[in-house]
């Protein structure tokens, strides 16, 4: 009796270790993932759908993306809530990395900024000159589509209006101007379906279909250039950070097979975003 017994114990505790054993793999593998908080313009373009599987395929990582405006996701970034932020607006990004947020800012890529508008251009902004087609559109009073959800496109947008000698936040703001508090394709659908002008990243106004009466009415000004960069959360700052994970990923993007794959993602045989991560000064 002693002896089975004894052999009962053992064969429990084998079966309990097992188990242990299956309940264990898949977790691990399972945390094989980062969290990259980036722009919705990234993953409205259709870029990740793209380059994640590559990257996945290379490092057997997952990455899950939460997708906002460059304001929100630098505040994700802050808060610990993601490994890695890839954004574009370069002096918020400066300051993430400054206040101890971010360990290294890195340029990846850039593309352009267009002004979309109705095709009969109502207040006549068609050309290469930004500055001239907002005057046009505020001496018009067109409607006029704004994120207003402090986005690197929102940024873009409030300093584009500044350099146009517009008070877009105080007194030359009308009922002309519309906030949504929205992505790039909430904005994009909006500005379709009423008709309006709305500033927006090439590489998502490429990928759009729902265009209704829409297209590019101002594009080529240099004032329109678009500069992304990423950077891996402190894990300093947020000892939970995937440092190892994250930084993988942040080195796959400015590797030349990271940056190729970038530069191969094409809609309609147009290429969406040009690397440049050795840009002096991206």
């Known amino acids: 009796m002693q002896i089975r017994a004894?052999?009962?114990?053992?064969?429990?505790?084998?079966?309990a270790a097992?188990?242990?054993?299956?309940?264990?793999?898949?977790?691990?593998?399972?945390?094989?993932?980062?969290?990259?908080?980036?722009?919705?313009?990234t993953q409205d373009s259709g870029l990740f759908g793209h380059i994640l599987p590559l990257f996945k395929?290379?490092?057997?990582?997952?990455?899950?993306?939460?997708?906002?405006?460059?304001g929100q996701a630098l505040d994700t970034g802050r808060r610990g809530d993601a490994d890695v932020v890839f954004v574009h607006a370069k002096p918020q990004e400066e300051k993430f990395v400054a206040d101890g947020f971010g360990v290294k800012r890195h340029?990846?890529?850039?593309?352009?900024?267009?002004?979309?508008?109705?095709?009969?251009d109502p207040?006549?902004?068609?050309g290469k000159d930004i500055v001239?087609?907002?005057?046009?559109?505020?001496?018009?009073?067109?409607?006029?589509i704004s994120r207003g959800d402090r986005s690197g496109t929102h940024a873009a947008e409030l300093s584009l209006w500044k350099v146009a000698g517009t008070d877009i936040a105080g007194a030359d703001k009308g009922p002309w101007y519309k906030e949504i508090g929205q992505g790039m394709g909430a904005a994009l659908?909006?500005?379709?379906?009423?008709?309006?002008?709305?500033?927006?990243?090439?590489?998502?106004?490429?990928?759009?279909?729902?265009?209704g009466d829409l297209d590019i009415v101002v594009e080529g000004d240099g004032k329109l250039f678009n500069q992304?960069?990423?950077i891996l959360v402190n894990p300093a700052k947020h000892a939970h950070v995937k440092k190892e994970f994250g930084q993988a990923f942040v080195d796959w993007l400015v590797s030349p097979e990271g940056q190729k794959a970038i530069a191969d993602y094409k809609i309609g045989g147009q290429q969406l975003f040009f690397p440049n991560t050795t840009a002096p000064g991206a």
């Open 123 to 126: 207040a006549g902004a068609r």
């Open 228 to 230: 992304y960069g990423v």
């Open 132 to 144: 001239a087609g907002l005057k046009a559109i505020k001496g018009k009073s067109a409607s006029f």
């Open 18 to 41: 097992l188990a242990l054993l299956a309940g264990v793999a898949p977790a691990s593998a399972q945390d094989k993932s980062i969290v990259v908080s980036s722009t919705t313009s």
């Open 189 to 211: 659908n909006t500005a379709s379906a009423s008709n309006s002008y709305v500033l927006a990243d090439r590489g998502t106004w490429l990928s759009f279909r729902n265009r």
């Open 107 to 120: 340029p990846v890529m850039y593309n352009d900024f267009v002004l979309i508008g109705p095709k009969s």
């Open 57 to 70: 395929a290379k490092t057997g990582i997952d990455v899950k993306v939460v997708s906002q405006g460059t």
């Open 6 to 15: 004894t052999r009962f114990r053992r064969t429990v505790i084998g079966f």
